[in-house]
C-alpha cells in the first residue's frame, strides 16, 4: 500500500507504472496483510522512450505473464533478471524475438516446459523428426502418436528454443527476427501456459492482430 501516492510526485512520481525497475523503500510488518510502501527510486523505465502500440503490447504481454504465473509475495531471482534482460531488448523497435525468449524461459521456470527431444506418448527420440503439439495435451508427439488437430512444431524452431536456453537474450539481438520466426514456437507456448493458468491471455490476441 503506498499512502497517498497520487499527491506526492517526490515520493513516487512514475515509480509505480507496470515494469518500472525501482529501488524500493518499505515497511513490512509480522501479521499484517499489507506492506506499506514509503518511497521509490527509479532506477529505469520503459516509458523512458516514445511507446508505440506494437512495443505497448509487448510490454503488456510481459506484464501480464509476470501477473498471472508469479504468486504473491513470491521472491525469483531467476524471473527478476530475466524479466531486466528481455525489457532492454524491448527498448528498440524488435519484439518478437525477446518475447518468444521471455514466453520460452517463463515456461521453463515455472516446470511447464516440456522435452522437445522425445514423444511424450511412446518416448520416440524426435531429432531429425516431425513433431505435433495439441492445446489439450502435454509434449511433443511423434507423428504416429499425433492427436486429431494438432499443430506441427518445425525443426527450426525447435533448434532455436534449444539455442535460447543456453544463451542470453542479448545474443541475439542482432538478428532478423520477423513475426513468422518461431510463430509455432510462440503457439506452443501460449497454449502450455494458458492451460496452466486456465485462461486466456489478453495481450496475446492483441499481439497477434500485430
Request: proline share 4%; charged share 30%; aromatic share 8%.
Amino acid at each position: 500500500m503506498a499512502r497517498a501516492a497520487m499527491k506526492s510526485r517526490r515520493r513516487f512520481g512514475g515509480a509505480l507504472e507496470p515494469l518500472t525497475y525501482v529501488r524500493a523503500f518499505y515497511d513490512d510488518r509480522e501479521r499484517q496483510e499489507l506492506a506499506r510502501l514509503d518511497s521509490c527510486e527509479v532506477i529505469e523505465s520503459p516509458m523512458a522512450t516514445e511507446v508505440s502500440y506494437p512495443r505497448a503490447a509487448a510490454l503488456a504481454h510481459v506484464a501480464e505473464l509476470l501477473d498471472e504465473l508469479m504468486p504473491d509475495r513470491e521472491a525469483s531471482d531467476a524471473v527478476f533478471r530475466l524479466s531486466l534482460a528481455v525489457l532492454q531488448q524491448l527498448r528498440g523497435p524488435v519484439l518478437w524475438m525477446p518475447l518468444t525468449y521471455f514466453e520460452l524461459w517463463m515456461t521453463r521456470l515455472m516446470g511447464f516446459l516440456p522435452e522437445f527431444s522425445e514423444c511424450v506418448v511412446c518416448g520416440r527420440v524426435l531429432d531429425g523428426h516431425r513433431a505435433f503439439y495439441h492445446a489439450l495435451a502435454d509434449g511433443l508427439m511423434c507423428l504416429d502418436d499425433k492427436r486429431v488437430a494438432s499443430s506441427e512444431l518445425s525443426p527450426e524452431s525447435r533448434r532455436i528454443a534449444e539455442q535460447m536456453l543456453r544463451s542470453r537474450v542479448s545474443e541475439f539481438a542482432e538478428i532478423e527476427w520477423p513475426k513468422a520466426v518461431c510463430a509455432d514456437l510462440r503457439k506452443f507456448l501460449l497454449q502450455i501456459l494458458e492451460r496452466h493458468i486456465e485462461k486466456k491471455l489478453v495481450t496475446a490476441g492483441m499481439l497477434e492482430k500485430i
